[in-house]
């Protein structure tokens, strides 16, 4: 069982909340509790009171570009559920939080900094016991002044290739530290996708040339909280991820990833780590890419 979260060492203790915190905060109304789950039916079935639902297909993701939305397109976003920059965000989810990470990371790169995650999210409260609803709630519209994103929370194929040492189609260095967070049966190339999701494999199994394997479930305990930072560090540094170094995280399709990623840049506070969200539905998919089995 984890322990309190302003004991487990963290760097930044603030990007968590505990499922007391959010009981105690649900009808706050500087306060928007956001559920972002995997399986996009959950929420209709029984929230958090006072929770909005963002569904990550259809409310983050651009409908006809391999994309996110756009700035205009996150500030109605956050303006439909009442949100202002102001607004401290909440997020959790099914997964263990994989698709709350997914948000988190999006809403930080859109530029929104007031952001914290449910610790052990939606399974947590759940074996808890504690009260869920089906009532949707409504909110007065937020004018949201269209942001301003952070390039450097996010890379695309192209700078991977250059990070892993490559210019065009060769190799001129050794490159730069890259996390694989999949499992190790995706690492090998055992797997072009995972039993569940055939939607996304690819054409090729295996993985980003020179990545380390550090499956992202190691980063959490039973009931899906977060370890704490010892043993964080532990497992990152223990394959040369240290604090030191500019980091590349990847897995699928960016969701898992992201949970990695707020691990390593915001739970441990390592200044240099950046989310590789085209993952590996796009790298196995390219023609001309390394990889390795």
């Known amino acids: 069982m984890a322990t309190k979260i302003e004991e487990r060492g963290y760097a930044n203790p603030d990007v968590l909340v505990s499922t007391d915190w959010v009981d105690q905060h649900k009808d706050d109304p ?12 959950l929420y209709e079935l029984g929230h958090v009171p006072n929770a909005v639902k963002v569904d990550w297909h259809t409310d983050l993701q651009d ?16 303006g439909r559920f ?8 909440v997020l959790y989810g099914d997964k263990n ?4 990470a997914y948000a988190y990371w999006f809403f930080k790169h859109m530029g929104h900094d007031n952001l914290k995650i449910m610790d052990g999210g939606r399974v947590k409260w759940e074996a808890e016991q504690r009260e869920m609803t089906r009532e949707v709630p409504s909110f007065e519209p937020a004018t949201y002044l269209v942001p301003t994103p952070r390039p450097e929370l996010r890379v695309f194929r192209e700078d991977v290739l250059e990070h892993i040492g490559y210019k065009g189609r060769k190799k001129v260095s050794d490159g730069k530290p890259l996390v694989d ?12 996708h995972m039993p569940d999701y055939p939607q996304e494999g690819a054409l090729r199994g295996g993985h980003i040339a020179g990545a380390r394997n550090i499956p992202w479930g190691k980063a959490v305990n039973e009931d899906g909280t977060f370890k704490d930072a010892g043993e964080l560090k532990q497992l ?12 590349v995280v990847y897995c699928r399709i960016g969701e898992r ?10 739970l441990l506070g390592y200044p240099k780590v950046t989310n590789y969200d085209g993952s590996w539905t796009e790298w196995g998919n390219v023609v001309g890419v390394p990889i390795e089995r």
Not at 97 to 100: Q, V
Not at 258 to 266: D, K, P, Q, R, T
């Open 30 to 41: 500087s306060i928007r509790i956001v559920e972002s789950d995997e399986d996009v039916l």
């Open 63 to 78: 409908q006809l570009v391999r994309d996110f939305i756009g700035p205009e397109g996150f500030a109605e976003l956050m």
């Open 82 to 89: 009442g949100i202002s920059p102001d607004t401290t965000i």
């Open 97 to 100: 939080n994989w698709w709350a």
């Open 181 to 192: 967070v999949r499992s190790p049966g995706e690492y090998s190339g055992e797997m072009t």
């Open 236 to 247: 990152y540094e223990s394959e040369g991820i240290t604090p030191d170094k500019d980091i």
């Open 257 to 266: 990833s992201s949970h990695s990623w707020f691990v390593l840049h915001e």
